[in-house]
């Protein structure tokens, strides 16, 4: 049951750059949208989300895009810091709040010097 | 900043016998959740709760697991006779105050590492 994919399991890119983390969903119910980092040992953190009426919302250095017709959304870290090295997951819930959360596989990012 | 705290971080059993894990939500949310990550695997929902019953439980739920919120800070799950396939980090989450957003993320815990033997 694949309804949340990420298909980059790892991405490498220089401090100061961007950072795109992609994700890909299949289920059309889905009206919230999440991106959480998790540094091993410790819980998923919550960094930004966006609901289905929005394409874009921003928060610092920290972007997520929602394309719903291609139901595909993206993070954009910029610039990146060596503090952002950590998985990232994108998870997606039916009715926002009060629903479930289907996770992502997750996205290793490491940002080097 | 208030967060989810989760007891024990580790917890090694014997197959068979019954484990309770113990979470307690930011104190000012309504639902509360519990997933799993099996090493390797993503992150799998289990259940959820609000309203001191069970609104949703994946396949996964099944009758060896149970939830309890016993008082108004405490939310625990307990697994009824440990299988070895049930090891795995059993991360809580809550979400969902009451000025009525339909919108808000949940809160993780830093997760209990369950080993069954």
């Known amino acids: 049951d694949q309804q949340v994919k990420q298909n980059s399991p790892s991405l490498s890119v220089q401090e100061g750059r961007i950072s795109i983390l992609n994700c890909d969903y299949t289920n059309s119910m889905f009206d919230y949208f999440l991106w959480y980092k998790k540094y091993p040992a410790e819980g998923p953190t919550f960094l930004i989300s966006?609901?289905?009426?929005?394409d874009k919302n921003e928060d610092g250095r920290f972007t997520v895009f929602l394309n719903k017709s291609a139901k595909h959304l993206s993070l954009h870290i910029v610039p990146s810091q060596p503090g952002d090295s950590a998985v990232y997951f994108c998870?997606?819930?039916?009715?926002?709040?009060?629903?479930?959360?289907?996770f992502g596989t997750g996205t290793r990012l490491q940002v080097t010097l | 900043e208030p967060e989810v705290t989760q007891t024990p971080s580790h917890q090694v059993t014997q197959m068979g016998q019954e484990v309770i894990l113990r979470c307690v939500p930011i104190s000012n949310h309504l639902y509360f959740y519990w997933y799993r990550q099996i090493l390797g695997q993503k992150v799998e929902f289990l259940v959820s709760f609000y309203n001191n019953e069970i609104s949703e439980k994946s396949e996964i739920f099944d009758d060896q697991f149970s939830v309890e919120r016993p008082d108004g800070s405490n939310f625990t799950l307990k697994i009824r006779s440990t299988k070895l396939e049930d090891s795995a980090m059993y991360f809580c989450a809550s979400s969902g105050d009451s000025m009525g957003d339909p919108y808000q993320p949940q809160h993780f815990g830093d997760g209990t590492r369950l080993s069954i033997l």
């Open positions: 998870a997606a819930s039916e009715t926002g709040t009060a629903s479930k959360l289907t």
């Open positions: 966006i609901s289905s009426i929005k």
